[in-house]
Nanobody, 122 residues
Framework: VRLVESGGGLVHTGDSLRLSCAVFGSSSDLYGMGWFRQAPGKEREFVASISGLTGDSQYSDFVRGRFSISRDNPKQALYLQMNSLKPEDTAIYYC????????????????WGQGTQVTVSS
C-alpha cells in the first residue's frame, strides 16, 4: 500500500486548505485512516482520524471545529479540510492507514505517506 499526500502550501492566517491523500495498491475501505502532523523540533501529533467501519471521526482538541476529515472509498481517497488556519498549524501533514478499522495514536497506524508541507504565515 502506498499513500500520497497533496494540497499543502503557503497560506495566510484565516485561510483554508484542503489536503488529499490517494491510496494505491490495496483497498482501504475497512481501515481507519488518519492525519498526523509534525512541526519543526516537535514530535508527530495526532490531528484527526476516521473509522473504516462506521465513518465516525475523531479530532484533536486543537483542530476540533476548524478541521474536517472525510473519505471517498470509491476513489480510495482521504481528505482534510482545514479552515481558519493559524501559524501554529504550520507543519508537515502525514496521511496514515491504521492496522484495523479505527485508530488514534500513531502506534495504531502502520502505513504512512511522505507528507505535505503546510505553512501558515501571520
Amino acid at each position: 500500500v502506498r499513500l500520497v499526500e497533496s494540497g499543502g502550501g503557503l497560506v495566510h492566517t484565516g485561510d483554508s486548505l484542503r489536503l488529499s491523500c490517494a491510496v494505491f495498491g490495496s483497498s482501504s475501505d475497512l481501515y481507519g485512516m488518519g492525519w498526523f502532523r509534525q512541526a519543526p523540533g516537535k514530535e508527530r501529533e495526532f490531528v484527526a482520524s476516521i473509522s473504516g467501519l462506521t465513518g465516525d471521526s475523531q479530532y484533536s482538541d486543537f483542530v476540533r471545529g476548524r478541521f474536517s476529515i472525510s473519505r471517498d472509498n470509491p476513489k480510495q481517497a482521504l481528505y482534510l479540510q482545514m479552515n481558519s488556519l493559524k501559524p501554529e498549524d504550520t507543519a508537515i501533514y502525514y496521511c496514515a492507514r491504521a492496522h484495523s478499522y479505527s485508530g488514534r495514536g500513531s502506534g495504531d497506524f502502520n502505513t504512512w505517506g511522505q507528507g505535505t508541507q503546510v505553512t501558515v504565515s501571520s
